[in-house]
């Protein structure tokens, strides 16, 4: 992943990493991103959603990490996505607003 605007839109990859992904930091512009490795499965975390992109990466790897993830300051992808957890649900996630 190459951000070249925004040193701040990669502090997301914080909370993937807290997650279990295997993700190298290179600079606040560039991250490598291991490929799936059955090892080193995502966990559920508590985390809080920083801007709309960020969040629903982070939504993303929730939903398919094992265990429940909590994601505060949703109101950042509701900006984005409107009634995303019923999308979801209809699309056979486990989701729910709390």
Known sequence: IHQKM?????????????????????????????????S?????I?????????GVALLIAALSAEGTSIIDNIEQIDRGYQYIDKRLQNLGAEIKRI
């Not at 080193?40 to 559920?44: A, D, E, Q, S, V």
């Open 40 to 44: 080193y499965p995502l966990r559920g």
């Open 6 to 38: 925004f040193e701040s839109r990669l502090f997301f990859v914080d909370k993937l990493i807290d997650m279990g992904a295997q993700i190298i930091l290179c600079d606040p512009h560039r991250a490598t991103v291991i490929g799936l490795n059955r």
């Open 46 to 54: 508590r985390m809080s959603s920083p801007d709309i992109r960020a």
